[in-house]
């Protein structure tokens, strides 16, 4: 089975560009997560839902973040403009609804912001 | 949120020698679940800990989780050069929510 899916694999882009980072969850997964990892923050996580609904988006640090999950096998985090500071690598994993709480991580995206 | 902490935040070894991290909480978990980050790659998940003081095997690596339910060890027995990555030990939360700890970067020298 294929794992979940990311793309792009790397961007670089400047500052003030838009940014779509796409995401496809393993198949029969019904809950996705979006994170961000750099070194001085960690793993955060930035969003997540359930059965395509958003359910907390508390981890989004502010309106240039949005994040959408249009069907089921597809999400979208969008950055709009983007700043230096976004610079990070974004993970999208996704989670079975009979499972416990193991997820599973996608690739991930590199994201540069010049 | 409520932080799990992770000590030590790096660790060198030398090949064949025992590793072990630690994480420690300051609210009663209600499991705990760890994660491995190979340089360069993604978290893969190893493993959760439910019931107190459980303890589970996998093959060189145990996994406790203490009494009191506040804190869990990762022990590693004689190192191999495919160890190296970040251990993370993960709270789990209410619904689907995880909160990872700032994890130990292994380092093992062959």
């Known amino acids: 089975d294929a794992g979940v899916i990311q793309s792009p694999r790397h961007e670089v882009t400047e500052m003030g560009q838009e940014v779509t980072l796409r995401c496809k969850p393993i198949s029969g997964h019904n809950s996705l997560f979006w994170y961000r990892q750099t070194m001085m923050r960690g793993l955060e996580l930035l969003i997540y839902f359930n059965n395509n609904v958003p359910i907390d988006d508390s981890g989004m640090p502010e309106d240039r973040f949005s994040a959408k999950m249009p069907n089921a096998s597809f999400s979208t985090l969008k950055i709009q403009p983007s700043e230096p500071r976004d610079s990070a690598v974004y993970f999208c994993a996704s989670k079975r609804r009979d499972s416990y709480n193991e997820q599973f991580f996608g690739p991930g995206t590199r994201l540069t912001v010049l | 949120g409520q932080q799990v902490m992770q000590i030590p935040q790096y660790q060198h070894v030398q090949e064949g020698e025992d590793f072990t991290t630690y994480c420690n909480s300051s609210t009663t978990l209600s499991n705990i679940q760890w994660y491995k980050q190979r340089p360069g790659g993604h978290p893969v998940f190893l493993i959760q800990?439910?019931?107190?003081?459980e303890v589970k095997k996998q093959k060189r690596l145990t996994f406790q989780f203490g009494e009191a339910k506040k804190n869990s060890s990762l022990h590693i027995t004689a190192t191999q050069t495919t160890d190296v990555g970040t251990y993370f030990c993960?709270?789990?939360?209410?619904?689907?929510?995880?909160?990872f700890g700032g994890g130990t970067r292994l380092m093992v020298k062959p």
């Open positions: 800990l439910v019931k107190s003081g």
């Open positions: 993960v709270r789990g939360g209410a619904g689907n929510m995880l909160t």
